[in-house]
């Protein structure tokens, strides 16, 4: 071998390592959240996806899109998604670890919902194009559950098997679901949509409709059913918007009609098919009342809102592993890049992000589980997670783009290059803001649950009120908080009012979601650690990006706890 082609001084990729042992915050935040009792199985389940033969399967899935077959040799539609193996691997080992139907399982344990969005932490740090048709099936389960007319033959069909056929149902060994509910014309404005569906009359199945009209993303198209937002409408009436169950087969096996007109070219996400769909007269059944076709849903989006938040704090802690791994095992100038200074501070505050981000998504899980447990514990709980859920996910899903940015630049050339995963983290980074609620959407949503349910914002402010007097700063840009929204909402009731909330929401969705994340660390963090964290974020000792702390920084008790191997 020639002398300049000696290989030293480079990082060998990152593999066969156990994702859950190796983040002892992930552990912690875990029991705080109720879900110590798949402690085992998040142990477990770490090993096999930090293994060298699933990291592949992810990277395989990416560079391996979906195709889209319209019709089959003969001319008749086919209207299938052809997937590369590792994708069938990727779901049969999500499906098989419960991440689908967890939680709604008989005998599902304590703190099921916690256990569950632990399990899908660790699958998404490994590749989430795959997450979701998972994240949608286990979405659609309460909706279905609310509508048992409709629902109970379906939910009898989820199981912890895999199967990837586009066949009937009644021959398949489990399903899953996606849904349709974009069109062109309104993107969020859902009351925008022109898709009509038409009365059938009633059937054993439920009440069905012709549905009629195109769909411009529908996620998960080689799904089973699709819950499809339409607007009722026939001769002399209009129902309003309403939800409806379509079956990609019809009970008597018959194909529906559902026609897949194209895979969209998408900036990340590239294993998973998302796609736009016609229907053309196809049959749906109705779930819930004509024209509640939001409110029906609103239960699935609190999930998948939910799964958002968990998969952009995943992708924080994805990239902070690998820029960690990249700094132990890289010397310049003379020391490993985590003995530099500089680089230590940089490594530091994304510990810092990213510890955040996994308490207090492991925080929203919890509330899940104890909202429906009932009595006033239970209706503190339901009443926190309608004003958390939106704010987790606003906030998580805008960090998590700058935080998967930094961390790349940690592996300088080779992080740009797409043989490391770093290229792949950052084109996923920017999806979980527009997925399931643009920003915009989400914070005025966080609006809409302060009017609605003025006892969401009081359980908020007790949550963060619990730790009123262990910081200072945390205390003073609490109350400046609460005094600016008190402020904007007297003047609320009119137009102007109304406008001036709305024009500052972002503003006030950012800090409700530092004072969440600061009552979480002092509860749950170090003592140090939470002190710099709030003088960082809230007192003015960092920068505006990432690596510019001042002052005291524990910098080795952050490393070590970001990740231990």
């Not at 395989?60 to 052809?82: C, F, M, Y």
């Not at 609310?146 to 009644?170: F, M, N, Q, T």
């Not at 490594?347 to 207090?360: G, H, K, P």
């Not at 447990?373 to 958390?388: L, N, T």
């Amino acid at each position: 071998m020639s002398a300049t082609h000696i290989v030293h001084n480079v990082v060998d990729a990152l593999t066969g390592y156990n994702l859950y042992r190796t983040d002892p915050v992930l552990s912690a935040a875990l029991i705080a959240a109720g879900g110590a009792d798949y402690a085992a199985a998040c142990d477990r389940f770490g090993a096999r996806v930090g293994s060298e033969e699933v990291i592949q399967w992810g990277f395989l899935a990416d560079q391996s899109p979906p195709r889209l077959h319209t019709h089959d040799r003969q001319g008749r539609r086919r209207d299938e998604v052809a997937f590369h193996p590792a994708w069938d691997g990727l779901m049969g080992l999500s499906i098989a670890e419960g991440l689908h139907a967890l939680p709604w399982e008989p005998g599902a344990g304590q703190g099921a919902q916690a256990g569950r969005a632990a399990l899908f932490y660790l699958m998404a740090q490994n590749e989430l194009g795959h997450c979701c048709p998972i994240s949608m099936t286990f979405s659609v389960v309460p909706v279905l559950r609310r509508w048992p007319e409709v629902g109970r033959p379906w939910l009898a069909r989820i199981s912890r098997r895999y199967d990837g056929r586009v066949v009937a149902p009644d021959q398949k060994s489990g399903v899953t679901f996606g849904m349709a509910m974009t069109e062109k014309q309104g993107g969020s404005d859902v009351a925008a949509n022109r898709t009509v569906a038409v009365s059938a009359g009633d059937t054993p199945e439920g009440a069905c409709y012709r549905i009629t009209g195109h769909k411009f993303f529908c996620s998960a198209p080689n799904s089973d059913a699709f819950c499809v937002l339409a607007q009722v409408g026939e001769a002399g009436r209009s129902g309003g918007l309403t939800c409806f169950l379509v079956p990609r087969f019809l009970p008597d096996g018959t194909k529906n009609n559902l026609f897949f007109q194209r895979i969209k070219d998408k900036l990340g996400n590239r294993s998973n098919a998302s796609s736009e769909v016609e229907y053309a007269d196809a049959l749906g059944w109705r779930l819930g009342p004509e024209g509640r076709g939001v409110a029906t849903i609103i239960e699935m989006v609190n999930h998948t809102r939910l799964d958002c938040t968990i998969g952009a704090a995943a992708l924080m802690r994805a990239a902070l592993v690998q820029a960690l791994h990249h700094a132990r095992h890289r010397s310049a100038f003379g020391r490993r890049l985590c003995d530099q200074p500089l680089m230590q501070n940089v490594l530091a505050d994304l510990s810092m992000e990213s510890e955040a981000a996994t308490l207090l998504m492991l925080r929203l899980a919890g509330a899940f589980d104890r909202a429906g447990q009932g009595g006033a514990a239970g209706a503190q709980e339901d009443a926190f997670r309608r004003i958390a859920t939106p704010i987790a996910k606003y906030w998580l899903c805008k960090r998590v783009v700058p935080q998967v940015a930094e961390a790349l630049e940690c592996l300088g050339g080779g992080g740009f290059v797409e043989e490391s995963v770093m290229p792949r983290l950052y084109r996923e980074s920017p999806l979980y803001s527009i997925w399931e609620g643009s920003g915009n959407v989400i914070c005025l949503d966080v609006l809409r649950a302060m009017a609605r349910s003025p006892e969401s914002l009081a359980a908020l402010r007790a949550e963060i009120g619990g730790v009123a007097g262990e910081s200072a700063a945390l205390d003073a840009f609490a109350a400046q908080t609460f005094g600016r929204l008190q402020a904007l909402t007297a003047a609320g009731d009119t137009p102007d009012g109304r406008d001036r909330l709305a024009f500052e929401a972002r503003w006030l969705v950012e800090r409700l979601a530092l004072c969440q994340q600061g009552s979480l660390l002092l509860r749950h963090a170090p003592g140090e650690v939470a002190g710099c964290w709030i003088a960082a974020r809230i007192g003015g000792a960092g920068g505006r990006l990432f690596g510019s702390l001042t002052g005291e920084v524990p910098a080795a008790r952050l490393l070590e706890r970001a990740f231990a191997g």
